[in-house]
């Protein structure tokens, strides 16, 4: 799995290695589902809150789809947070819809 760092600022080195740590970990058990991931920081302009901060997670599964997520928060953590938690659910839904549609089909042709 590939973890690529993207901003429109400049990312200091501590930043880099949260998120790769944070995506490693929050994605331990489905690692081998997700070919490529990408995230992307950058601020809101004019933003009438106080979140102010965007992070787009792009993956690529298993299967070659190509899913994004963008949140939207306080702090580049809490979005890059909160984003894992997304793909790891939508990741996790895409594997059960597979071995689901694996087995029908096998039973099917059997």
Do not use: P
């Not at 429109?8 to 930043?15: C, Y």
């Amino acid at each position: 799995m590939d973890v690529i760092l993207e901003s429109k600022e400049l990312t200091e080195s501590e930043l880099k290695t949260f998120t790769e740590d944070r995506v490693k970990y929050s994605l331990k058990r489905l690692f081998w589902l997700v070919r490529k991931i990408t995230v992307k920081y950058s601020a809101v302009s004019a933003s009438k809150t106080q979140c102010n901060q965007n992070c787009l997670i792009e993956f690529q599964t298993f299967d070659l789809q190509r899913i994004e997520i963008s949140v939207t928060a306080r702090d580049k953590k809490t979005a890059l947070d909160i984003g894992l938690k997304k793909v790891y659910k939508h990741v996790q839904k895409v594997f059960h819809k597979a071995q689901k549609y694996g087995r029908l089909s096998k039973n099917a042709y059997v």
